[in-house]
């Protein structure tokens, strides 16, 4: 496994993404902030 903070994927691109919750205490919100299409403008 690796830990990592971030995940770019362009458009049509999946991944696959396992989150372990079970030290999580309460209530859990998944956010999506990225800007649109990339984060530095163009591909």
Do not use: H
């Not at 903070?5 to 999506?32: H, R, W, Y």
């Amino acid at each position: 496994p690796i830990v990592v903070s971030s995940i770019l994927l362009s458009p049509a691109e999946g991944t696959d993404v396992i989150i372990n919750f079970s030290k999580s205490s309460g209530e859990v919100f998944l956010q999506i902030d990225a800007p649109n299409p990339y984060p530095s403008g163009n591909a």
